[in-house]
């Protein structure tokens, strides 16, 4: 049973007050919130269990050895991984792509060669890449879009050329929106024989992820997207591949030997994980996962997608707001724009009513400049939200059109 009062409660920073107006959080897409089992995790970390890992020979160490690792078979079983070692920690989402990019293109990509991304990619998505592809003078290629904000996949086949050594697209574009069809993108990207990064930044926190079922080769999210803290972050990547890349950083725990004049590399995943890790984050994130599949993914599905339905409707009931991203498969982030009002106008007189939304670019600069508007104003829905809450969006948007006339 989904228990929406029991749900809210678990949430301490829910109940909080801004301008002594009750909080709606309508910011989910930038980060979540945190359930008490997850700040709990921490303090118990900290007040019980705070060591380094992997190199103590005391009772500590081995402890929180264990707990890292437990965490990161958590995660393996969360995405349904093969392996364990195909779990590489990061401290977010951006790490995890610098470091496929980074890797990937000195492994892989040679002068003249291409990487095509598609034309909704977060910035993070955009500019590791760029400078991996500047180093080797190779060159990014865009998947288009249409207005709705859906990538024109009758146009990948003709992207894909003989020069093309990866694709990178997002799951679900924190500015619009759009779901992507990522088991057609990488089904097409295979059959040229090229693999496929996801970014999954905004999807894992709302749909079950199964990277197997996907095949894609790498796949990359945050934790504090989905309830955990923040500074902690995965990348999953094939064994095959992770193999053949070089390491990202230098240091502790990513060796096996060291001397002036060579070295060698640790195996997987310490290959990729240089120096004291975020283990905090890992305890955090293994709590925020047994969390939500408390709550189970259907019900974070049926909840996510009534609430965004709900809202999309009333806003496409409006005449005053202008919809940034129409795709026809979409998730709970809106993006839009109330008449000629500045997206910063807006947010301003929606948090000063107790509304949290984000405004701007939305680190998506190249989405602002397609559709030729300086930003958005962007409402982005969890499964702790309530119609209520959407309600007093609407009640809150209706004082911004009174207010600019
Ligand atoms: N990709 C997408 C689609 C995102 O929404 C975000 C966060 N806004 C990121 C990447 C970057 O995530 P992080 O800041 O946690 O590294």
């Not at 929180?64 to 349904?80: L, M, P, S």
């Amino acid at each position: 049973m989904f228990d929406i009062q029991k749900i809210r409660s678990d949430f301490p920073l829910l109940q909080r007050t801004v301008y002594g107006k009750k909080l709606i959080y309508l910011d989910n897409a930038a980060t979540t919130q945190k359930p008490q089992v997850v700040i709990n995790r921490l303090q118990q970390y900290y007040t019980q269990e705070n060591t380094n890992i992997h190199r103590g020979a005391h009772f500590l160490a081995n402890e929180a050895t264990e707990a890292y690792e437990n965490g990161r078979e958590r995660v393996r079983k969360f995405i349904n991984a093969q392996h364990k070692h195909e779990i590489l920690f990061t401290r977010g989402t951006t790490e995890s792509i610098n470091l496929i990019a980074h890797s990937f293109v000195q492994r892989f990509v040679n002068e003249g060669d291409e990487v095509l991304i598609s034309a909704m990619e977060h910035h993070s998505n955009i500019v590791p890449w760029q400078l991996a592809c500047e180093i080797k003078h190779a060159t990014i290629k865009v998947i288009p879009m249409n207005q709705n904000g859906e990538l024109l996949l009758d146009q990948l086949p003709h992207l894909l050329t003989d020069k093309t050594r990866i694709v990178a697209v997002t799951a679900i574009s924190n500015a619009l929106g759009t779901v992507n069809p990522l088991k057609k993108i990488i089904q097409i990207a295979h059959e040229h024989h090229i693999p496929v990064l996801v970014d999954g930044a905004q999807s894992v926190p709302h749909a079950r992820t199964n990277v197997q079922d996907l095949d894609c080769d790498f796949f990359c999210f945050s934790g504090h997207k989905m309830y955990a803290p923040m500074g902690i972050g995965v990348v999953y990547g094939k064994e095959a591949l992770l193999n053949e890349l070089p390491p990202y950083q230098g240091g502790g725990e990513m060796v096996k030997h060291v001397t002036f004049a060579k070295t060698t590399y640790n195996e997987l995943p310490f290959k990729f994980e240089a120096g004291t890790p975020n283990v905090e984050g890992v305890l955090g994130l293994h709590s925020a996962i047994d969390y939500l599949e408390d709550i189970g993914f259907e019900n974070i599905e049926k909840q996510e997608t009534d609430l965004f339905q709900y809202a999309f409707q009333k806003f496409q009931q409006r005449n005053d707001v202008r919809l940034i991203g129409t795709a026809a498969h979409h998730a709970g982030v809106i993006s839009f724009l109330m008449n000629d009002i500045h997206p910063y106008d807006t947010g301003t007189i929606l948090d000063h009513l107790g509304v949290a939304v984000r405004t701007g670019h939305h680190c998506a600069q190249p989405i602002m400049d397609f559709y030729e508007i300086p930003g958005t104003v962007r409402a982005s829905f969890s499964f702790y939200n309530t119609k209520e809450e959407i309600d007093q969006l609407f009640v809150a948007l209706d004082r911004v059109r009174q207010m600019f006339g």
